[in-house]
């Protein structure tokens, strides 16, 4: 009798495992964007264009073509160039809107910001970023102190070129001006859609936790 009880408990536990609870769907998705001015869009073009840095773009393990294909710039977040710091300018205007639709983001704010270097990349007719990602899934470097993802479509591209969230089930897209922030973690997986016709160019980055007496000068110039 006491082993035919164990063996049922042991069932009705496996079975109750298997249940799923239905969330509502009405959550946030926590993915939200504001419009920046077009001219400082067509200023961080121009600074991409002549600038001697262009490079393949990489991953975390390096270049790897079959999972992105892109033109890079880094851009280190001091240079005191007007195009970058009238850009790095709107963008705070950007995260206090996230931060007024998601006040619990902002949580410790003065110890995030953005401390690292960021990219300007280039995507021409069928380049992208074809593998699913999200933005923190490494301890290397400075990667697991992201918070927050950036991005800013430079241009209008209507022949693909959408920005896609997986669990989401988010498409955007690219429209100039238009400043994308979202969450860094597995929950926001996502990929860039290839354009057939068009080229694309983003601006891309963290904001992060900074580290008490780390040395940033690598990252930001100081």
Not at 66 to 95: A, G, W
Not at 130 to 145: A, I, K, P, Y
Request: net charge negative.
């Amino acid at each position: 009798m006491g082993e035919e009880s164990r063996v049922n408990t042991d069932y009705y536990f496996i079975m109750v495992s298997e249940i799923e609870f239905n969330i509502p769907q009405q959550s946030p998705n926590f993915i939200a964007g504001w419009y920046i001015n077009e001219e400082i869009c067509d200023g961080l073009i121009s600074f991409f264009e002549e600038s001697p840095d262009q490079k393949p773009g990489a991953i975390g393990k390096g270049v790897d073509k079959d999972f992105k294909t892109s033109t890079d710039v880094t851009v280190i977040p001091t240079n005191p160039d007007d195009r970058i710091q009238n850009y790095l300018k709107k963008l705070e205007e950007v995260c206090s809107n996230y931060i007024k639709k998601y006040p619990w983001c902002s949580i410790n704010h003065s110890l995030w910001g953005i401390n690292t270097n960021f990219n300007i990349q280039k995507y021409n007719p069928n380049e992208g970023f074809f593998g699913w990602h999200s933005e923190r899934s490494t301890t290397v470097d400075l990667v697991s102190t992201r918070h927050l993802v950036f991005m800013t479509y430079l241009n209008n591209v209507t022949d693909g070129g959408e920005t896609e969230w997986f669990f989401q089930q988010v498409k955007v897209q690219p429209r100039k001006g238009l400043t994308l922030i979202w969450p860094v973690d597995w929950t926001h997986t996502h990929r860039g859609v290839t354009s057939k016709t068009e080229t694309k160019y983003i601006t891309t980055g963290w904001y992060t936790y900074k580290i008490p007496n780390f040395d940033y000068t690598q990252y930001n110039g100081a």
